[in-house]
């Protein structure tokens, strides 16, 4: 079992900056991918960043490269997402999760896709004003 922990959330205006921060507990954390997906009211969820277990590699959706940056402090079992130049279409409940075993490196071709994650956070709201 892993328990995900997700702070941080809040509101801020357009072209503000807030960082998303999601500690974790119950296994090995330094080992696995860890990501961020995000779900708006009436969308579905999806993929915003991932990081792999060393930290040194990233994967981002389009919609977010170049303003929100994923990082990961393995000593604190803790991964981050900073995002800024926020915009109203960023508003959304953001989940942290660990990947599957399957999907234990950036190159697996699912890795954008819930279907790769195993374990979820409660969620954190992200609410951007105009």
């Known amino acids: 079992q892993v328990q995900l922990v997700e702070s941080g959330g809040g509101l801020v205006q357009a072209g503000g900056s807030l960082r998303l921060s999601c500690a974790a507990s119950?296994?090995?954390?330094?080992?696995?991918?860890m990501g961020w997906f995000r779900q708006a009211p009436g969308k579905e969820r999806e993929f915003v960043a991932a990081?792999?277990?060393?930290?040194?590699?990233?994967y981002y959706a389009d919609s977010v490269k170049g303003r929100f940056t994923i990082s990961r402090d393995n000593a604190k079992t803790t991964v981050y997402l900073r995002m800024n130049t926020l915009k109203p279409e960023d508003t959304a409940v953001y989940y942290c999760a660990t990947s599957k075993p399957q999907c234990a490196r950036l190159d697996c071709s699912d890795i954008n896709r819930i279907q790769a994650w195993e374990y979820w956070g409660q969620g954190a709201q992200v609410t951007v004003s105009s």
């Open positions: 119950g296994r090995t954390f330094s080992t696995y991918v």
């Open positions: 990081i792999s277990w060393s930290g040194i590699t990233t």
